[in-house]
C-alpha cells in the first residue's frame, strides 16, 4: 500500500469524517470517487490532495515521503 493512502485513512478515521463526508467537500457527487484516491486506486492530482490535506488539517507533506535530491544537470561538469 502507497504511504499516502495509509496516511488518509488514518487521518479520515481519527477525524471521523466518512467517505461521503470527504467526498461532499470536494464535490464529488459519488463517495466512491474520493473512496478509490483512498484505496490507491485513482491517483490525485496536487490540487484535490492540497484540499485533502487541508480538510484533515494536515500538511501536504504529511501524506508524502518526499526528498529531493540535487542533481549536476551540466553535462560538461565532472
Avoid: C, D, H, W
Amino acid at each position: 500500500m502507497l504511504v499516502y493512502t495509509e496516511r488518509l485513512k488514518e487521518e479520515r478515521k481519527k477525524k471521523g469524517f466518512t467517505y461521503a463526508y470527504m467526498a461532499k467537500q470536494l464535490g464529488y457527487k459519488s463517495r466512491s470517487t474520493y473512496r478509490y484516491i483512498e484505496l490507491g486506486v485513482t491517483a490525485p492530482k496536487l490540487s484535490i490532495m492540497t484540499q485533502i490535506a487541508f480538510i484533515l488539517g494536515k500538511p501536504i507533506s504529511y501524506f508524502f515521503n518526499l526528498e529531493v535530491q540535487e542533481t549536476n544537470t551540466n553535462p560538461k561538469a565532472s
